[in-house]
């Protein structure tokens, strides 16, 4: 078995490179549990048609590679207050599509800034924002969430939510 069986890498580890190039490499090289990074250059995951991801999702099966998104960071930010939900929910959703089709295992979502993140008032409505935002996301793609574990984490924003498949 390969060391690299055990490992998970990120196409962020190859973000210079186009998107499909950076996944050829990485399982070419013999990587079976890759993370594809919706940033920068590789955000182009969200915009690729039927056919492209049909392509990768064949690429997983012929290599036995697992695949895991990271949605994006830049733009996304669940726990705001303001316009910028409306486009994070609509990339969540589409990274959410993209996952359910590739039966991902993982997606990375951050759960996004406060205005004032030292303000304890603050902090719990955005966790509150982000619990709005995040449940009427799971079903549709078969994900119940068991429970958000915000308060056992604050004050720090690195929170996470118990998922299992319906």
Not at 10 to 28: G, K, V, W
Request: aromatic share 6%; net charge negative; hydrophobic share 40%.
């Amino acid at each position: 078995m390969s060391a690299k069986a055990s490992y998970a890498i990120s196409t962020y580890a190859l973000f210079d490179q186009p998107l499909r190039e950076a996944i050829q490499r990485l399982a070419d090289g013999g990587w079976t549990s890759i993370e594809i990074m919706c940033e920068a250059g590789h955000r182009e995951l969200l915009e690729w048609s039927a056919g492209e991801l049909n392509d990768l999702r064949a690429l997983g099966s012929e290599k036995g590679i697992v695949w895991s998104i990271h949605a994006p960071i830049d733009g996304c930010n669940p726990a705001a207050a303001g316009g910028l939900r409306e486009q994070t929910a609509d990339a969540m959703k589409r990274c959410l599509e993209v996952a359910a089709f590739l039966d991902c295992t993982h997606v990375v979502m951050h759960a996004g800034e406060v205005e004032d993140r030292l303000d304890g008032a603050e902090r719990e409505r955005g966790v509150e924002r982000v619990a709005q935002f995040i449940e009427p996301l799971l079903p549709h793609i078969g994900i119940r969430v068991h429970g958000f574990f915000w308060k056992t984490c604050l004050p720090t924003p690195r929170c996470s939510a118990g998922l299992s498949p319906i």
